[in-house]
């Protein structure tokens, strides 16, 4: 394997320009994070916290993660870079303005995840590396090879009780593994497309998993497939013969679990018997990242950022 080059930076973020009006979000919104009533959301034009630009991103952002704080805002996690050039993390705190970056490879990062007790990190790679690390210091001698794919990892989370790392690669598998020293993964080979999204049930007891062919997946935390959802984002008007929704991201809180697809639905999916649920589509306008907010969903679009009341 190839020596791991990480290049480190500490500085400011730049204040905004004064004669700058009225920032809005500009390309798809690629990351979610919310603290209380606080919506901390990120695209090509910045972070921001509601309608208030903090500051512009350090790269292109592909996923942004948080670690909640006690009396404070929640310190940020953004991952990302330039495709086929570096893929870079940046730990950052909202209330000063302070960074942290990382380079991590010659490729992106897609997708950031923060452990629940706040002190490690994980990356999914472009190379199909899955990486752990230090939070917030994302120093040097924390970086880890947890897991390899055979593809793009496009997701990554850690499980609410903190003893699972579940990855999701474009090779179709998810690989589910325990946080102790040299533990091997459980491999989910259930989906028969690349994977896209994934998330942990709130008692760390399931896992979701949503696939390129409009498939999401429950499994048990032991591995056994529990249900498969199919058809998932398909138009009402939809002939089977045109591309298959993708499920991009899913998110799973005490409420129930939702979804967004490539097709523009934002959904819901049952806890016992039934179908997926529609909650809103605008069409040709993907679902690239979600978060829930009290009494809301918040669904991330390209240049807007939609709440929507919880069903």
């Given at each position: ?36 009533d ?9 972070i ?8 512009k ?7 942004m993660a948080?670690?909640p ?12 870079g ?8 940046a ?10 970056r990382?380079?991590?490879g010659?490729d992106?990062?897609y997708?950031v995840a ?5 002190k490690t ?5 472009a190379?199909?590396?899955?990486l752990?690390?230090?939070?917030p210091?994302?120093?040097t001698?924390?970086?880890t090879?947890?897991?390899r ?6 997701a ?19 690989l ?5 020293l040299?533990?091997?993964p459980?491999v ?5 497309a ?11 007891s399931?896992?979701a ?10 499994h ?17 008007d ?7 929704p993708?499920?991009l991201?899913l998110?799973?809180s ?32 993907p679902?690239?990242?979600?978060g829930e907010?009290?009494?809301q969903?918040v669904?991330g679009?390209?240049?807007q ?7």
């Amino acid at each position: 394997m190839p020596p791991l080059r990480i290049v480190t930076l500490s500085l400011l973020l730049s204040p905004l320009g004064q004669a700058e009006e009225s920032p809005a979000h500009l390309g798809p919104i690629t990351g979610i994070v919310t603290h209380g009533d606080h919506i901390y959301s990120v695209s090509q034009a910045g972070i921001f916290r509601e309608a208030k630009r903090l500051a512009k991103p350090p790269f292109r952002v592909m996923s942004m993660a948080g670690a909640p704080r006690k009396n404070a805002g929640p310190l940020l996690l953004l991952g990302g870079g330039q495709p086929a050039a570096s893929g870079e993390i940046a730990a950052i705190d909202p209330a000063n303005g302070t960074l942290t970056r990382r380079k991590l490879g010659d490729d992106l990062v897609y997708s950031v995840a923060v452990s629940p007790d706040g002190k490690t990190a994980a990356a999914a790679m472009a190379d199909g590396r899955v990486l752990t690390f230090g939070f917030p210091s994302l120093a040097t001698g924390s970086v880890t090879e947890a897991n390899r794919h055979q593809a793009v990892v496009r997701a990554i989370a850690f499980s609410p009780d903190g003893q699972w790392l579940a990855s999701a690669g474009l090779d179709g598998l998810v690989l589910l593994t325990p946080r102790k020293l040299k533990a091997k993964p459980i491999v989910l080979a259930d989906h028969s497309a690349g994977v896209e999204s994934l998330a942990f049930a709130p008692n760390s007891s399931q896992l979701a998993t949503g696939s390129r062919d409009g498939r999401v997946r429950l499994h048990s935390i032991g591995g056994r497939l529990l249900r498969t959802f199919q058809g998932v984002g398909e138009p009402p008007d939809a002939t089977g013969f045109g591309q298959a929704p993708r499920v991009l991201c899913l998110d799973w809180s005490e409420a129930g679990l939702i979804g967004g697809t490539s097709t523009g639905y934002v959904f819901r999916l049952p806890s016992g018997q039934g179908d997926w649920q529609p909650l809103h589509r605008e069409k040709a306008s993907p679902v690239y990242a979600l978060g829930e907010a009290p009494g809301q969903i918040v669904a991330g679009k390209t240049g807007q950022l939609l709440k929507l009341p919880k069903p």
